[in-house]
């Protein structure tokens, strides 16, 4: 998929899979969107496969969409 999101960050480095049908490559991104909670230490993800350009949605404890 061609093409750029717009006003995406730099992130930390994360090598994952990405799980999008059609891509299901090992891929390292460094592209995405941080969410910071307010009430506590907790940092979430999403970040964007640079194959597909789909994006994968990391909580603090790893659990991940899709
Ligand atoms: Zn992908």
């Known amino acids: 998929m061609k093409g750029s999101w717009t006003h995406s960050l730099p992130l930390p480095p994360r090598q994952y899979t990405c799980r999008h049908p059609g891509c299901c490559q090992s891929v390292q991104s ?32 790893e659990n991940r969409v899709p």
Request: some cysteine; hydrophobic content about 30%.
């Open 30 to 61: 460094g592209e995405g969107w941080p969410f910071l909670k307010d009430d506590q230490y907790e940092i979430w993800f999403i970040y964007i496969c640079p194959q597909c350009n789909r994006p994968t949605f990391f909580d603090h404890y």
